[in-house]
């Protein structure tokens, strides 16, 4: 079994940062990496950004390209998700997925229990 906790969310004001983590433990993680998803209220949960297993591959939605930063510390068994310039549309709860690379959230098969991020203008 895969456990996924993150942590690392909160009420920041708008041009502010935050950084989320994701520890992991349990079996391997499979070799197409991990991910961040989030999702809002009344909208379908979308994707953020991906880490390849060795760190070397990464992949980011346009509305977060160049603000958001993916990151992970094999030693740790976590992954990072480094915010900054937030806005208000970053308001979501974000979750933290192992087991994939593409957009897809289809191709991760665990999921943490997700971090509340708010952003106020």
């Known amino acids: 079994q895969v456990q996924l906790v993150e942590s690392g969310g909160g009420l920041v004001q708008a041009g502010g940062s935050l950084r989320l983590s994701c520890a992991a433990s349990?079996?391997?993680?499979?070799?197409?990496?991990m991910g961040w998803f989030r999702q809002a209220p009344g909208k379908e949960r979308e994707f953020v950004a991906s880490?390849?297993?060795?760190?070397?591959?990464?992949y980011y939605t346009d509305s977060v390209k160049g603000r958001f930063a993916i990151s992970r510390d094999s030693a740790k068994n976590t992954v990072y998700l480094q915010m900054n310039s937030l806005k208000p549309e970053d308001t979501a709860v974000y979750y933290c997925?192992?087991?994939?690379?593409?957009?897809?959230?289809?191709?991760?098969?665990?999921w943490g229990q997700g971090t509340q991020v708010t952003v106020s203008s």
């Open positions: 880490i390849s297993r060795s760190g070397e591959i990464k």
């Open positions: 997925a192992a087991g994939g690379l593409r957009p897809s959230e289809h191709d991760y098969d665990y």
């Open positions: 349990g079996r391997t993680f499979s070799s197409r990496g």
